[in-house]
């Protein structure tokens, strides 16, 4: 029985190891907050670019407006590192 309660303690020590090694290579894949604000940057001037084409062009300037947002943004971030 001694030698089964060591076993498990030690799977157990094991087991947390395991997943700290997991949490920080995780944390390693994390995704880059740049790369998802150029992301809806491009996404976000597309579709400005498509309402500009149709005619709306009240709502295009709301669409604008907001991708400078997100563009000042992304210099901030990349200004912070």
Do not use: C, W
Request: zero cysteines.
């Amino acid at each position: 029985m001694k030698h089964i309660d060591k076993h498990f303690s030690t799977v157990n020590v094991l087991t947390l190891i395991q997943k700290k090694k997991l949490l920080f290579m995780f944390g390693l894949f994390k995704k880059d907050p740049i790369k998802k604000l150029e992301k809806n940057y491009l996404a976000l001037m597309e579709k400005a670019m498509e309402i500009q084409r149709s005619g709306d062009l009240k709502h295009y300037a709301k669409l604008i407006e907001e991708s400078e947002m997100i563009q000042m943004k992304i210099q901030e971030l990349r200004n912070g590192k």
